[in-house]
């Protein structure tokens, strides 16, 4: 079994986290949303200001969820869904969300090196799991032919 990381364990955390609060924002769509204390405030005045003009067209594929989910919030969720990406898109350069891609298109050379380390590590760890896994199994089997070979002398065969 591979050991987890710290930042494993952290992304594990934040998913049940995630799935939680989404499990919350479900029931507030059953309820309604204005007054809903799970949606940031900053949120709300994004869904109560009007559109930006200075948009540029293009074609999006979105799950089914994410549209129902922005158009029961009523007329302009187009433009709500814009302001969500703003506001994800500012706080990323802003280094207030981080995540494991970055913003940058190359990882850097410290980046690249940690990764490369990982990787020999979780090699050598699993290289390991398996050798002892091996060693075991030879312990076991050595065990069970003695007990085999004990039986037979008691019995005489």
Known sequence: MTRQTKAEKEKL??????AETMRGLEADLRWGLNDSLRLP???QEIARRPGVPAKRMV???LDEDVVAFFR????GYLTRINAVLRTFMLARLAGLVTGPEGVRYQPSHEEEMYLLRREIL???????????AREKAAEEKKELDGRRA????????
């Open 122 to 132: 979780d090699h050598a760890i699993a290289e390991t799991d398996a050798r002892e």
């Open 41 to 43: 405030r900053e949120w």
């Open 59 to 61: 074609t999006i594929r």
């Open 13 to 18: 955390a934040a998913y049940h986290e995630l």
């Open 150 to 157: 004990f039986r037979d002398a008691r019995l005489g065969k």
């Open 72 to 75: 029961a919030m009523g007329a």
